[in-house]
Structures are given as C-alpha cells and as structure tokens.
C-alpha cells in the first residue's frame, strides 16, 4: 500500500506501507511522460504532483522497460546551454537503468519486486519531489532569465572535488592508464607538473578507449544531481578532453539507470579544448547517491581524460545514520556571498556606516577600465597617524579569479566592526594599537571578468590578469637584480644600499609596462610607512616569503632575506593557525606536499617572481611581506565562504598582531625634542636597514633576542642603544635622541641667517683643533713609514753590494 499526500506547499511526499509485487502495464510510462510534460508546461497542481509522484513511484517498482534510445548531441545542445532556465524544483524522473524494451512477465517482476525491496527506502524518496505554486515557478523564471545574461547561475553547490571536500575514496573509475591519472586526479582544474608520467599528471585517464569508461563519484548522501561541469586533461605535452558523454545515477553501485532526455539517453556536450570548464546541466534532477560520468566520444588525436565537478543537492534521508550532521558552517553573522563592484561598494558603506567612528573609506586609484581602488581603515582615529602606531595592511584580488581573498577581507571588516561595537577585548585593542588598512581586490577589472562567468566555470586563468594582460606579481620593479648586481661589481659589497632602492628610471617613464594599478599601489606604499602586510592569493595552501626571485634567474632556489629567519615566524604563524593547512590529514591541491615544509616555503624555492609585490615591499620600504595561498579552489561556491571563513579567521587576527614583535621607539631631535625623519636604523648582524617615518618613529620586527641597534642620522652624531625583544607579544621601546654636528648647526644658524652662539664658535674651534691635530698625525705617519722605507732599501743595496765583493 502506498499513501501519497501534498502538503499546504504543494511539496509531494510519498511514505509506503505494505508493499507487494507491483505490475505495470507498459501504457503506464506514456501517461506518465504526458502528465510530467502539462507539469513542467506551468498546468501542474498540487493533485497533479500527487499523481505524478505516484506515477514514478509505480513505474520504478514494477521495474519498467524503456526501449534504448541515443540522443544526438545536436539534441542535447539545450542541456549545455547557460540562456535556459531550468527550474529545479519540477518532478524527479526515476527511469531503471535496464535497456530491455519488453513489458516484464509476472516472474520478471516478481524477481524485480524482490530486487527492489532491498533499496525501497532509497528508492520512495528518489520519487518525492517538490512542486512550487505556479505564481512563484514563474516569478523566479523571470528572475533566473534576468540574470542569465549577466552571470550563470548555479542552483546548487558542487559536491567540492575541487575544493578537496571530496575525498579520493569517494572516487573511482573503470579504469585508469596509471596512477597519475587515476580517478582522484579527476578533479576540475587540479594541475600537473611540468613532467608527464609522474604520480601527479592534471586528469582522470581511463585505460581504455571505449564508451564503457565511467568516473564514478560516491556523495555519501542522498543528493539531487543537477549538473556536471567538465574539462580536459591539464598538461603542457598533451590534449586529451571528451567530447561528449552520458550521466547515470545509481543507489548502490550496482543498478545504474541513465539520465534521460524525455525517451531517450541525453548525451551532454564536452570539450572543445583541454581548459575551458563547460557545464552540463540535467533536464531533469535526478536523486541517488552514486553518479558516473561515461564518456561517449573524444578528441580523435587524444584519449579519454577528464576532470569533473559535479553539482548536487543534499536530499532529507531519514535513514541516513549522518542525517544530523550538518556541513560546517560560521557563527558569525556575515554577508558569506560573493560581491561584485557594486556589492562591495555598498558592503563597505554598510560596514562603515555601522562603525563611523572607526572607519574609513578611501581610494588609491584607478584600473584600467575606471574601476576604483577602495581601501577600508579601520582604526580609532581614522585618517591619521598616530605616533608609535604601527600601519598594517591586507591587499586581496591581485589575481582576478583567485577570490577567496577578496571576500576573507570583506568578511574581516564586518567581523572587527561588530566585535569592536560588542567590546571583545581582542579587538579593541587591535583596532586602538594599529592602523588598518585593508584593500579587498587590487585587480578589479579582472575580478570582474571572473565574477560574469562564475565559480566553477571561470577556469584556472580567466581573470587572473589585468585588462592589458599584465600579471601583477610580476609588475612591480625588480630591485633584486639591481642590488646584487651592484654588490658583485662594489668593491666593498657592505657599502650597497640594502633597503630603500630606488626605482630605476626606466620603470617611471610614460610607456613603461606597468598597469595603473600597480601605479596606484607603489605610491599607496610610499605614502605610509607600512611595517606589514600580507598578499593574498588562491590555488595552493601554502605561504611563501621573500625573496620571490632568485639568483641569475633560477627556476627554483632558496634566496632568503636578511630576515628570514623572522620572515619564516610570520609564515608559520599564519600557516600553522589556519584550519585546513594545520590538518595532517589532508591531501596535496595538484602536485607539491608543501605539507613536507610545513606549509611554508621561500618563494624562489617554489618558483621564481621577478617583480613580485613582496620582494618590491621589503626593498623599496620598511614593509615585511608574505604571499598566502588560501585554498586550492581559487573561485570557491558561496556556499563554501562559511568554511573559508573559520579556516581562516584566527590566521588573519593573529598575523595582524605580529606587527607589534620586535622593537619600536622615536628619533629625536635631542635639543628641539622634534622627531627626525629617515633616520636610519641599523640592528648589527641584520643587513637590512629601515628608515623612520615623518614624524621620526620606526618599527622594526625583530624575533626575541638581544640586539645591539644604531641609528644615523644626516647632520647628527650616530647613536648606539642595545635593546632586548622578548617572547611576548609586544613591542620593546627603544627610543634614540641624536645630537647634531657642530657642523649641521652652523648650517642651521646661516640658513636662518641668525648669530652663531659664542659656545658653538668655541666648539666649531675645538673641532677644527682636533682635526688639524689628527691630520697632522697621520701626515708625520706617513713621513715616519716613507723614510723607514727609504732605509730598509738602502739597507738591501748594500747587503747586495758587500755579498758580490766576497764572491
């Protein structure tokens, strides 16, 4: 027996009760199709869906034949097409995977009946379905059309073989050719290394080439299966991708049963090259746990290679023993979406409405199509600089697909607005003790282009680089090459300016290579003196320091900094907070355990970047910066953003904190107590110097220890202090009062055309005294050495000259 009831939403529900040896005649099916047609035509009612519902219920227990029919791919073209509208929420076709076409005799059916009894649980809910009221179908067709033109929309979320939610057990195939190209190398947009045939090849290959291939995925779950989206094999050697294929969904594993396009097996369209992501979506929803992708046709020149993500519902399964157990989700009340430049304008505006007296709102520039630069600081005394308060800074988007990063930094401002307003102590005292800044997409023109095709679809590089085709890591000046190419020609290799070079000429002239966005943030940098920043990226788990470039251009080489050794703390800090890098458990992204360097790794050892916005930073100024890969998916679905969100969260507060390691302190003037501006710090053992700021004040990051720090001044007497960092993480005040030259002064006096004090003349005269004094030493030095020379040789000649008279 079997009750079919509809609820005041017209959602359908099937429960069953007693079930016997069900008999259907085979006129049942068209009757069926005709119902579901007037259903999706808009004519479906409540009573409707309960028919419906009963119909497929009744077909699949009787086990019904359907005669085999092959779509052409021509017919299937609607299925790819991103201009339909599919409403998820018609009925669910249920069609058995047998291809026999004749009506089942009474003991077929007896043997199907007891067959199906083992799945019926499974197999009631594949027929449940949810049917809307016909005034909201329709709003929400009008809604879904709107806005097809501008970006596809993803009604459901991918199961995460990208995102690595899937795990490798959950995939397998019919074969494999190796095990770099075995199933759980299927994932879309997973990379390979530069060699082919090693364990890490950028696809799914099957051994065979044949339409009896499959790449099964098992979403542990009752899921509703919506689509599949798929690519070709990533590889510099070869071109592999499918040109078309079938779906077919399974509860067991066992029994199979093809997606279908009304009577006949839909046939989606592929590939048409190896990289671009193309989605296939179903005509009809199907719910089941197990989906295989089975390709039909190839590249004719190639083999059967593929990486896939699959999009799926999770369905209500109350025999599910996980049932209770929720995706991981966040707490905190944040906007988890993915913003365009409008909704990132009007998120900042909220955030900075909600928290005046805390935040800013400011550009920097322009990109290339106009898009503005905006920057949030958040501070309690916005716009200004505090003395002794250190200035930090998160730049996200410089890759325009990798968009984890912008909306961390969107969801960082909420998070430190709200807090602050609650009176977390954590957060007040961040805000109070350091000037934020924070620039969610360096790259918006970029973003943008990602952001119409949408997650899953904009591939590994769309997006990434700026509207001219610049790459903007590695945009910035090469000061690196400068510095070591001068200190190979010095004589004295100590002398080389180590910090503060100049951006060589041909970098500033009008046509130059350089985008506006870059422009845009070299002058940003030089116009606060920033003490740390972070840039972040996606695509990898990892977090690389300077220097990003190596050596005469080495692929891959340690080039540590003056500082790595503090720069390797700020790495680990970030790496070993964040959740999903701290797992031993996880699994590489494409083809580097950077788990073996503890999540970390200098950046030239990984691969070289000339031109990098790190190395630019710790050059060019006093910013320490690190480059932080925040997942191997670089255009996670919204639905994912929570997760990233907690993963990430402690990483970007306790980084921010870093900045007050170290030791920090004033330069004064010690007679007009005024602070002195690029004084120059120097910490012994440290071949790195930085300079103070405007008003005189410096930080320089330090790990714990005992220092000894020198300051030098232009037109003042060096001074020497030795301060001690300790474990804690707080600054150590060192403050430096300099005494100008007798010299300066006299300039200083003159310039302002004032009288010279009788005690500076006397010290002027002392001085003038001592260095007469001094060169005089030297000179009778000289004469002293000179004539000693002089005797030692007369000496030799007469030695010489007495020897040849003995002989």
Known sequence: ??????????????????????????????????????????????????????????????????????????????????????????????????????????????????????????????????????????????????KQDKKTKLDCPPLGLESLRVDDSQIQASSYQRTGLGPHRGRLNIQSGIEDGDLYDGAWCAQYKDRHQWLEVDAIHLT?????????????????????????LSNDSVSWRTCMNGTREAIFKGNQDPETPVLGLFPVPGVARYIRINPQTWYPNGTICLRAEILG??????????????????????????????????????????????????????????LKLYVMEISDNPGKHELGEPEFRYVAGMHGNEVLGRELVLNLMQYLCTEYKKGNQRIVRLVTETRI?????????????????????????????????????????????????????AADPSKVPNHYIPIPEYYTQEDATVAPVTRAVIS?????????????????????????????????????????????????????????????????????????????????????????????????????????????????????????????????????EQVHRGIKGVVKDKMSRRGIADALIKVEDHEHDIRSATDGDYWRLLNPGEYKVVVWAEGYFPSMRRCRVGSEPRPTICDFALTKTPLQRLKDIRAKGGKIPQELQLRLRALRLRKLRASTKALNRRRESQRLQQEQTLLTRRARASGGRRE
């Open 224 to 248: 509703q299966f919506t689509g599949v989206i798929l690519q070709g094999r990533n590889s510099i050697w070869s071109w592999d991708w499918v040109l078309t294929y079938k779906v077919q």
């Open 313 to 370: 519902c999770r369905v209500h399964d109350p025999t599910d023993i996980y049932e209770s157990e929720q995706d991981p989700g966040s707490m905190d009340a944040l906007d988890f979406r993915h913003h365009d430049y409008k909704e990132m304008r009007k998120l900042m505006k909220t955030v900075s409405e909600e928290c005046p007296n805390i935040t800013r709102i400011y550009t920097i520039g322009k990109s290339y199509q106009g």
């Open 524 to 656: 940003w940098m030089q116009d606060i003196p920033f003490v740390l920043s972070a840039n972040l990226h996606g695509g990898e788990l990892v977090v690389t320091y300077p220097y990003d470039c190596t050596r005469d251009w080495i692929p891959h080489e340690d080039t540590p900094t003056a500082d790595d050794a503090f720069f390797r703390w700020l790495a680990t800090v970030y790496a070993s907070t964040n959740l999903v890098m701290a797992n031993p458990q996880r699994r590489m992204c494409h083809y580097e355990d950077f788990q073996a360097h503890n999540n970390i790794i200098n950046g030239g050892a990984w691969h070289t970047v000339p031109g990098s916005m790190n190395d630019f930073s710790y050059l060019h100024t006093n910013c320490f910066e690190v480059t932080v890969e925040l997942s191997c998916d670089k255009f996670p679905h919204a639905s994912e953003l929570p997760v990233e969100w907690e993963n990430n969260k402690e990483s970007l507060l306790i980084y921010m």
């Open 1 to 146: 027996m079997l009750k079919v009831y509809t609820n005041a939403a017209c959602q359908t529900k099937i429960k069953p009760a007693a079930i016997g040896k069900v008999t259907l005649n085979s006129a049942a099916l068209p009757l069926l199709q005709q119902l579901q047609t007037k259903s999706k035509m808009g004519k479906s009612s409540c009573l409707l869906a309960a028919v419906i519902s009963l119909g497929v219920f009744l077909l699949h227990r009787a086990g019904a034949r359907e005669p085999t029919n092959y779509a052409s791919p021509e017919s299937s073209s609607l299925f790819n097409r991103t201009d339909v509208s599919v409403n998820w929420t018609e009925s669910v076709t249920v069609e058995d995977q047998s291809r026999k076409p004749a009506t089942p005799t009474t003991a077929e059916a007896t043997l199907l009946s007891t067959s199906v009894k083992q799945l019926d649980s499974k197999d009631i809910r594949q027929g449940s379905e949810e049917v809307n009221a016909k005034e909201e179908d329709k709003e929400e067709k009008r809604h879904v059309n709107k």
């Open 437 to 489: 800044h924070l620039l969610p997409s360096m790259n918006p023109d970029g973003y943008e282009f990602a952001y119409a095709k949408g997650s899953e679809l904009a591939g590994w590089a769309d997006g990434r680089y700026s509207v001219e085709g610049i790459d903007l890591n590695h945009n910035f000046p090469d000061l690196n090459n400068i510095m070591w190419d001068t200190q190979e020609t």
